[in-house]
């Protein structure tokens, strides 16, 4: 397909304005050179009711004992809109969100995790840090330089990192390190005892540390760690206690007891979401060793299991889950403005204890002075990832007007339904099978029905069995009920080969109903299957690409050709449709910049080629670029210091944009009018995954496990 020569598009719905507003986002409001003359006031953005098995006993089992963060958060007065700033809306689910992270080692959570930690703990919501090792290392708290000669001692080195754990959480909570924490110790379903610390000053901040072993290794072979016990090298693994833990005897724990003992977790805080590290960060070809540390991946699949059997815990409340990348940010773009990188890394030189003063009163040391020789990490500081669930292509329209939005709860596709007169949304209603993993893609299939395809992950049959595939799920006629899920496989071989290391679909639909399914295989490369006349599905095929990051994403245009576009660490590739139906041809290097992998694609607004909207590294700003071929046919537009800042996709619906914002907060804005700057509006909730612009307004997932609806026009 030829490249069509750069022209001027003519306004529309879809037009953006390039615009600089020059703003800055300070806490929840933006400050700046933003006019909201004329703008109405509008009611607040509303979230769905949810089904009866989400009903008020859950909610009181969502808060934590003690002081409630509701009531903190009321007596911190709201500000209220001016010309210069734009109006928030408060959802009325506030205080049912109950936010569990787990991860593998002290200061996983820092690195990849923030700025989402952060936030959460401004939100006054519950947030419980979950750390299954005690990250003993090889004992030495000491600074590369000065680590030679010193003597081990992992009891002190895992209090140290404890202490800087305890003193980063404190100082983003109350803006002092030192403020005190209370710490005893609890029964686990395991058998054993852990260790929990509540902050004094804000209860509802809490630390859980297991103490379980850590390999000591990213990828060396060491068969008393997780990675030994999941694979059924050892029977049981061993405990690693701090010094001065009030847990006070030692313990092991079988592949079973780390299950349990992770449920019991979830059981006892009552999580609406969880935050997990990367169970399938792939492994490098050319020597087979892990991307990521081996604790990090195993420590993600044992929480895997123990989600799917408290899935089976009755009267809790709806879980969703959001996955980080960990080590491999290293080579790719930054995501965060520097803004937001600078407070991210004042929180890791806290943790590392770079000052070197004695304020938490122990001899084993204030922090981590392993991290103290380089606390931005590899760049982490400068990052924050989602290793899936970035689609912005959840939600879908029948042909009757109504709207249908799709997300993953506790393992199971969550849908909800907004009939065409109704001004609310019902749901979510869980349908049958389990399994999936965070991030669907949905699409409308040109007899009206809607399908939804997404990735899951397989438990069962031992380490050797687990793996991930690719499922679908469609109505049986137009406005009826899902069919069964559909598994179309892996184009990989084995988990050791590299099947778990698959990114979500992208899919297109061509005229007579075929769907073609694209996805990032682990030789980081894309590879598609193809729908059949008859229904049935062809074989996988390379579709080539190399270094090839993140989720593919598609979009079909007005004439029915579509578009595939991934991210490289330097640039954007697309394959593309020569005529509609026709195979996808490609790759070709679009010649754009740098992005931060995040994609979305809409078709444009005369019909004719789509619009790829992304974000530019280090700083947050929006771009777009029109393509009616393999290559732009417009320059990039930027929205340059809208002040919005954030992190992850654009969603680019009909008329209007959504985007996360610097605060988390969702921040929504009109486009497309000539000579109009876009002017934000924070809707004030933390939310998963990414936005879904479209023609009727923006939905999105909250932390509560709720669908918030912002309608257009507001």
Request: proline letters at 8%.
């Amino acid at each position: 397909m030829p490249v069509r020569p750069r022209r001027r598009l003519l306004p529309s719905r879809r037009a953006t304005v390039s615009t600089a507003v020059t703003a800055v986002l300070a806490g929840a409001t933006f400050a700046g050179l933003l006019s909201v003359t004329g703008a109405p006031r509008t009611p607040a953005a509303h979230a769905a009711r949810p089904e009866a098995h989400a009903d008020r006993s859950e909610a009181r089992a969502a808060r934590p004992a003690g002081k409630a963060p509701e009531a903190r958060a009321a007596r911190t007065k709201p500000e209220t809109p001016t010309a210069a700033r734009p109006v928030e809306s408060t959802p009325s689910s506030k205080g049912l969100t109950s936010v569990v992270q787990i991860v593998a080692h002290p200061d996983d959570d820092l690195f990849f995790m923030n700025p989402d930690i952060s936030q959460s703990i401004r939100s006054g919501h519950p947030l419980t840090s979950v750390y299954l090792t005690a990250g003993e290392s090889d004992g030495v708290n000491a600074r590369p330089r000065d680590a030679a000669g010193a003597d081990p001692d992992k009891a002190d080195y895992a209090e140290a990192r404890q202490n800087g754990i305890r003193a980063a959480y404190a100082e983003m909570a109350t803006g002092s390190r030192t403020s005190p924490w209370e710490r005893i110790a609890i029964p686990t379903a395991g058998g054993a005892t852990a260790e929990l610390d509540t902050l004094r000053a804000q209860p509802q901040v809490r630390l859980v540390w297991l103490q379980i072993r850590e390999a000591g290794s990213t990828n060396g072979d060491r068969p008393h760690s997780l990675n030994g016990l999941w694979n059924g090298r050892i029977t049981a693994l061993e405990s690693q206690r701090s010094s001065g833990t009030p847990v006070g005897a030692d313990f092991t724990y079988t592949k079973d007891q780390v299950v349990a003992t992770i449920t019991g977790i979830l059981d006892r805080f009552r999580p609406t979401f969880v935050r997990m590290q990367d169970p399938s960060p792939g492994t490098y070809p050319e020597s087979g060793k892990f991307r990521d540390h081996q604790d990090h991946l195993y420590g993600a699949r044992f929480t895997q299991a123990a989600l799917a059997r408290y899935a089976g815990v009755p009267g809790r409340p709806h879980v969703g889950v959001q996955n980080y990348l960990g080590y491999p940010t290293s080579v790719l773009p930054h995501t965060l403005d520097p803004e937001t990188a600078g407070a991210k890394l004042k929180t890791l030189k806290t943790y590392a204890w770079l000052d070197g003063v004695n304020d938490c009163g122990t001899a084993a040391g204030c922090g981590d002075l392993k991290v103290a020789a380089r606390p931005a990490g590899r760049g982490w500081t400068q990052t924050i990832r989602y290793a899936r669930g970035t689609s912005t292509s959840w939600v879908q329209r029948d042909r009757d007007g109504g709207l249908h939005a799709f997300s993953v709860l506790d393992g199971r596709l969550a849908a909800w339904r907004k009939p065409a007169a109704a001004t609310t949304w019902a749901g979510p209603v869980l349908l049958p099978g389990g399994g999936l993993d965070s991030g669907v893609t949905s699409v409308t299939l040109p007899d009206g029905r809607i399908a939804v395809f997404g990735t899951r992950t397989v438990l069962t049959g031992g380490p050797a069995g687990y793996h991930r595939e690719v499922v679908t799920t469609a109505q049986t006629e137009p406005g009826g009920a899902f069919g069964p899920w559909l598994s179309l496989g892996t184009p990989e071989r084995d988990d050791a080969g590299g099947t778990s290391d698959i990114s979500a679909p992208a899919v297109t639909v061509a005229g007579d109903g075929r769907a073609t399914l694209v996805l990032r295989d682990s030789g980081h490369r894309l590879t598609a299957r193809e729908q059949l006349p008859d229904g049935g599905w062809g074989p996988w095929r390379a579709l080539g690409g190399t270094e090839v990051h993140g989720d593919p994403v598609a979009a079909t245009d007005g004439a029915g050709r579509g578009y595939v576009f991934a991210s490289t660490p330097d640039t954007v590739l697309v394959w593309a449709q020569q005529r509609p139906g026709g195979p996808l041809t490609g790759p070709v290097r679009t010649g754009l910049p740098a992005t931060t992998l995040a994609l979305s694609a809409t078709p444009a607004a005369d019909g004719d080629g789509v619009r790829l909207w992304f974000r530019k590294p280090a700083s947050g700003e929006l771009r777009s670029a029109d393509f009616s071929g393999v290559g732009p046919v417009s320059p990039i537009t930027e929205l340059a210091g809208t002040g919005v800042a954030g992190f992850g996709p654009v969603s680019g619906g009909d008329g209007l944009l959504a985007v996360r914002s610097r605060t988390g907060f969702l921040a929504t804005a009109p486009h497309g009018r000539a000579g109009a700057r876009p002017v934000w509006r924070l809707e004030k909730f933390l939310f998963s995954g990414a936005p879904d612009a479209g023609t009727d307004g923006v939905a999105a997932i909250g932390l509560d496990g709720r669908l918030h609806w912002t309608p257009a026009g507001r």
